[in-house]
């Protein structure tokens, strides 16, 4: 069984700020924020972005807050779920999404390609599915293709993240839950 799990990163918002869009307050002391099972939670500034581990898609899977918390700012969502090879980001600048670029192993088309696009993803996008199909061609039963997405992240934060997994050490970094004021 493979690992899955999801986050938002929020640009140049502070944490007060963030929560102040969401219209949520903090919670409980969240141990490992990347686990599938782990409610939606906050973690720190790095790098100029505010992590939102968000394995639940309460946020994530949320175009009306994910349109509020990008007004006058950048964020990028990413989901992968590893057993099923299926990875997906999603961009969303200024109250819009801009674009949103999924790897879906299971929906593959006669050339072997498996990755749909919605809206005008980065240039870069173009070279990253060459390269994963260059790649899946040299080697036998390996997905490529399921990084494109996530490579995608490391580009839109100038590397900041690579596109997995951007909670670095929970025991350095505390995450809280977050508790939306409506629930």
């Given at each position: 069984m493979g690992f899955s799990t999801g986050y938002v990163l929020v640009q140049d918002l502070t944490v007060d700020d963030v929560l102040q869009r969401l219209g949520a307050v903090l919670g409980y002391r969240v141990e490992d924020p990347c686990l599938s099972d782990a409610p939606a939670c906050l973690g720190p500034l790095e790098q100029g972005w505010t992590v939102i581990g968000d394995s639940p898609g309460d946020i994530r899977d949320d175009p009306d807050l994910l349109e509020t918390l990008?007004?006058?700012?950048?964020?990028?969502?990413?989901?992968?779920?590893?057993?099923?090879?299926?990875?997906?980001?999603?961009?969303?600048?200024?109250?819009?999404?801009?674009?949103?670029?999924?790897?879906?192993?299971?929906?593959?088309?006669?050339?072997?390609?498996?990755?749909?696009?919605?809206?005008?993803?980065?240039?870069?996008?173009?070279?990253?599915?060459?390269?994963?199909?260059?790649?899946?061609?040299?080697?036998?039963?390996?997905d490529y293709q399921f990084n494109v997405p996530l490579k995608l992240v490391n580009d839109v934060t100038a590397g900041a993240f690579d596109g997995t997994y951007p909670w670095g050490d929970p025991d350095e970094s505390p995450y809280r839950e977050i508790v939306f004021n409506n629930a």
């Amino acid at each position: 069984m493979g690992f899955s799990t999801g986050y938002v990163l929020v640009q140049d918002l502070t944490v007060d700020d963030v929560l102040q869009r969401l219209g949520a307050v903090l919670g409980y002391r969240v141990e490992d924020p990347c686990l599938s099972d782990a409610p939606a939670c906050l973690g720190p500034l790095e790098q100029g972005w505010t992590v939102i581990g968000d394995s639940p898609g309460d946020i994530r899977d949320d175009p009306d807050l994910l349109e509020t918390l990008s007004i006058g700012t950048t964020v990028v969502t990413a989901f992968l779920e590893e057993h099923v090879m299926y990875s997906q980001a999603e961009l969303y600048a200024n109250g819009l999404r801009r674009w949103k670029v999924v790897s879906d192993s299971e929906t593959e088309d006669d050339a072997g390609l498996h990755i749909a696009i919605e809206g005008r993803a980065p240039d870069v996008l173009v070279s990253l599915i060459e390269r994963a199909l260059h790649d899946e061609r040299q080697t036998i039963a390996v997905d490529y293709q399921f990084n494109v997405p996530l490579k995608l992240v490391n580009d839109v934060t100038a590397g900041a993240f690579d596109g997995t997994y951007p909670w670095g050490d929970p025991d350095e970094s505390p995450y809280r839950e977050i508790v939306f004021n409506n629930a």
